[in-house]
């Protein structure tokens, strides 16, 4: 059975077939670092978790690379602006090597609950300056970069397929990338910035051929995939929201130094909205992970963004969401029920579910279908269980492998045959956030009433018990180490 994957570049769905047999290489975008995981986070990370999960068993080995951002992203997302992790040290009067480390654990932290496996390579873009400087030397040699009062830009006029991804015009491109007052330093105006000259306060910055700086967000992405991957790519992965201006330029630059496709799949995941509304910091909805999981399990969470296509919206509400607690309750259930039965002589069927599942997985990851055909096994088995001769212990194997399979394998949703301490490792997460809020609370009136002495015994006492807090101006925080 052929997987069928949507090509966000051709905009239709293509045979995947991987450009070295029995590997596939995959990169997706990792998050800024500034700041605590959401639950746009988790809709991009879930699902491409499960991509990965389903590569490897088709029997490919799978070498997946997701970098972590911790310079060079600016506020405006383009060329000007404030480094995100720059304003927000300002804001936390610390260094920004500090809160890219605190907000990277952070970030684990909250896809370890949710069943994310972590990727083969996790390169961060601090770690990477030289490969980012020698990628532009290249741009430059070739023509495609050019440098002025220690600024380097891109030419997107050098690059005829510059909006090819997203599908702008190139008038369209231009404006769109144009968020700002355009640099009069620059040849045209939807050229982009490679490296950036530092101000003599900024903190984060490098030698570099064409003085200090540091380097343009969309440079570490070419510049690292290529490093680890090779100079073409099977599946490249992200949001929607980075297609243009940010994975427009990640193809500029790779293909405009190698004349090789960058990219085979481009794969991009829907947004999140709240109650029908686009979530985002700006509008003061944005869903903190760490506050979701504090009222719900966080596999339910992962159950619930699965019910959604990875190319659909997924529209956050307690009614949805609780809605999926039952859901899951009961799958679980069901689960329980087959492997803590005793042997019975009747007959079940798992191979019409398995041939459903693998159809819907091989069609484009199709999730909520997949999740649907676990729904009518489940169904059916109850019902099988009901029964008295119930399930003969062929049926009650087959039928436990398909679910092993299905659900814990591929999905991650269910508890496999054998961790009878999952459920209570569940609850002492749960109980560990109680606390946590307790504890901030109390060090939050200390504070207030000025027992400085206190506070700082709290926070010095939970750090070497592995558990860092960080003040903020929205209040503490915390992530353990």
């Not at 023509?143 to 380097?152: L, Q, T």
Request: proline share 4%; aromatic share 10%; with cysteine.
């Amino acid at each position: 059975m052929s997987l069928f994957i949507y090509n966000s570049l051709s905009r239709t769905k293509e045979q995947f077939e991987p450009l070295h047999p029995g590997f596939v290489s995959i990169y997706v975008c990792g998050p800024t670092v500034y700041g605590h995981s959401h639950l746009g986070h988790a809709k991009s990370y879930v699902s491409f978790d499960v991509v990965v999960r389903w590569l490897r068993h088709c029997g490919y080995q799978v070498k997946y690379v997701q970098n972590i951002t911790d310079v060079g992203h600016l506020t405006d997302d383009a060329d000007e602006g404030e480094d995100k992790i720059m304003k927000q040290a300002r804001l936390e009067k610390t260094d920004p090597m500090e809160i890219a480390q605190f907000y990277t654990r952070s970030f684990y932290e909250d896809m370890d609950r949710l069943s994310i496996l972590r990727p083969n390579i996790a390169p961060a873009a601090t770690a990477h300056i030289p490969e980012q400087i020698a990628l532009i030397e290249r741009l430059v040699e070739t023509g495609h970069a050019y440098e002025v009062n220690g600024n380097v830009y891109f030419s997107v006029e050098s690059f005829p397929g510059y909006g090819r991804l997203s599908g702008r015009t190139d008038m369209e491109a231009q404006q769109s990338g144009n968020r700002v007052e355009v640099r009069s330093e620059k040849r045209h105006t939807s050229d982009f910035a490679l490296w950036k000259k530092a101000e003599e306060n900024h903190l984060m910055k490098w030698r570099s051929p064409w003085g200090t700086g540091y380097p343009g967000w969309h440079l570490e992405c070419s510049a690292m995939s290529m490093k680890y991957l090779g100079e073409t790519i099977d599946i490249h992965g992200g949001g929607m929201e980075n297609k243009f201006p940010h994975h427009e330029c990640e193809i500029a630059q790779a293909e405009s130094v190698t004349g090789k496709p960058y990219v085979r799949f481009w794969m991009h995941n829907n947004m999140v909205t709240v109650n029908g509304i686009k979530m985002g910091k700006s509008l003061k909805n944005s869903v903190n992970l760490k506050e979701l999981f504090s009222t719900f399990d966080p596999i339910v969470i992962r159950f619930f963004i699965l019910q959604s296509h990875y190319r659909s919206p997924l529209d956050f509400s307690d009614v949805a969401i609780r809605a999926s607690q039952t859901g899951l309750e009961k799958l679980h259930e069901t689960y329980r029920r087959l492997m803590e039965t005793n042997s019975g002589s009747g007959m079940f069927a798992v191979e019409p579910y398995l041939v459903r599942f693998n159809e819907a997985m091989n069609d484009d990851f199709n999730t909520p279908i997949a999740v649907s055909v676990l729904f009518d096994c489940a169904k059916a088995l109850n019902t099988a269980l009901d029964r008295s001769e119930g399930v003969s212990e062929t049926a009650r194997e087959e039928a436990g492998k398909f679910l092993d399979m299905a659900g814990t394998e591929v999905l991650g949703i269910l508890q496999p045959a054998g961790r009878s301490g999952d459920k209570q490792s569940e609850e002492t997460g749960k109980a560990l956030d109680g606390v946590m809020a307790l504890i901030l609370e109390l060090r939050a009136e200390a504070r207030k009433n000025k027992d400085f002495a206190l506070s700082d015994k709290l926070r010095d006492r939970l750090l070497e018990a592995g558990i860092e807090i960080k003040d903020t101006r929205e209040g503490a925080t915390w992530s353990a180490k």
